[in-house]
């Protein structure tokens, strides 16, 4: 079992058994803070702080028995003791934040964490109704106010669904545009039809340009700088003039949107083509926006 999992099935053997589950993701929030490297991270969503990673975790558990779930909660189900089995700066951890939030309500803890983590109530349908004026104008302070056009360009490896996510936010993204040849992922929440719901959630629209990507069987073997740039010169001699058209939507795209993001997979936009295919827009007639790399 993964170990972030032995969390959640600690947490609420801690709260005996069960909790509601806006409670399990503001405790599991709350936890995670005080972690030096999260075993969750969390996105802005419609009551604060959510870990989409979590709910998947959750949604496995409840598939294999451990835990059962309701229309409100969570229940552990497995008899079996896992708060011994974490390692014991992270049940320390468990136990401060059983100690300080167990008779906090769904609601209190939305307020707690709307007041000293108001990033992640810039998507609250709630924060109204639970914050002070004051305390409103600190969420507002976090929302993206950027309006010039930019042309970003975004990669996943190495990181998670939520951060990924975040990078988006925090940069005013509206559009995300998948340049993968082949958009499926081993790695949780990148395969196309769920990157594209969960940017969807978060009012980021989300459109895939097959025809802009390597092709899988190109990208064998690559291994060093060199083997890249020999990928990278094949694609700007025989993708990237074929493909104009393509391009040029993505520059309407831009003009009407302002910000959007061209996505792959390498976390270094030197080892990917999205970096290549920016250029080769940026020199389509009308072009006259930043390129950024996030």
Not at 140 to 145: E, S
Request: net charge positive; glycine share 4%; proline share 3%.
């Amino acid at each position: 079992m993964f170990y972030r999992r032995k969390i959640i099935l600690a947490l609420l053997e801690l709260f005996n058994g069960e909790l509601e589950k806006i409670r399990l993701q503001k405790l599991l929030f709350l936890f995670c803070q005080q972690q030096e490297k999260a075993d969750y991270d969390f996105i802005p969503y419609k009551y604060g702080c959510y870990s989409y990673s979590a709910n998947a975790d959750l949604t496995t558990m409840v598939a294999k028995g451990l835990l059962a779930e309701t229309g409100t909660s969570f229940l552990k189900s497995d008899k079996k003791g896992y708060a011994k089995l974490l390692k014991p700066d992270d049940l320390s951890k468990l136990k401060n934040v059983k100690s300080l939030y167990e008779k906090m309500n769904s609601n209190a803890l939305m307020k707690h964490t709307y007041r000293n983590f108001p990033y992640w109530a810039i998507n609250s349908v709630k924060a109204e109704s639970l914050l002070t004026p004051k305390e409103l104008e600190a969420v507002n302070h976090h929302k993206a106010t950027c309006d010039n056009i930019v042309l970003f360009t975004i990669g996943y490896e190495g990181g998670s669904l939520e951060n990924y996510l975040n990078r988006l936010i925090k940069n005013g993204v509206r559009v995300l545009v998948d340049v993968r040849n082949n958009p499926l992922s081993m790695k949780f929440g990148f395969s196309k039809s769920q990157l594209k719901r969960y940017c969807e959630s978060l009012g980021i629209d989300y459109i895939h340009f097959p025809e802009v990507g390597i092709v899988s069987d190109k990208r064998q073997e690559l291994n060093t700088q060199n083997d890249y740039e020999r990928l990278f010169a094949d694609y700007r001699k025989n993708n990237l003039p074929k493909t104009i058209a393509t391009q040029q939507s993505i520059l309407n795209i831009l003009k009407m949107h302002r910000r959007i993001a061209l996505t792959c997979f390498e976390a270094s936009h030197c080892q990917c083509h999205r970096s290549h295919l920016a250029h080769s827009i940026s020199q389509l007639p009308g072009f006259a926006y930043e390129i950024k790399h996030i």
